[in-house]
């Protein structure tokens, strides 16, 4: 099995910052896209932001330019830097990727959620 552990979430103030991180482990070969998603309450789950094992970047529109995704391949985890946060930004952060596991079959993984709260 592979495992996401998400940390970094808390409450903040508007324009403040946060860094995410999701740090995989467990039986794994390789690890392919990293993502991080978000849902608030009575919303649909969104992608934020992804990158590809190497290093390519998306961003939702309306992240593009305050957001910051990146990656450690070496340890295996993921960031995200969020800058300038807004109250529209308030949701739980949930990490997710895939690759292939140690047994050579394919796998999908989620993390267990971090809630980011941006309220003054």
């Known amino acids: 099995q592979v495992q996401l552990v998400e940390s970094g979430g808390g409450l903040v103030q508007p324009g403040e910052s946060l860094r995410l991180s999701c740090a995989a482990s467990?039986?794994?070969?390789?690890?392919?896209?990293m993502g991080w998603y978000r849902q608030a309450p009575g919303k649909v789950r969104e992608l934020v932001a992804r990158?590809?094992?190497?290093?390519?970047?998306t961003y939702a529109d309306s992240v593009e330019g305050r957001f910051t995704i990146s990656r450690d391949n070496a340890r295996n985890t993921a960031y995200l830097q969020m800058n300038s946060l807004k109250p529209e930004d308030t949701a739980v952060y949930s990490c997710n990727t895939d690759g292939t596991t140690g047994w050579g079959t394919p796998f999908v993984s989620w993390g267990q959620g971090t809630q980011v709260t941006v309220s003054s």
């Open positions: 467990g039986y794994f070969r390789t690890i392919n896209a």
């Open positions: 990158i590809t094992s190497g290093g390519s970047t």
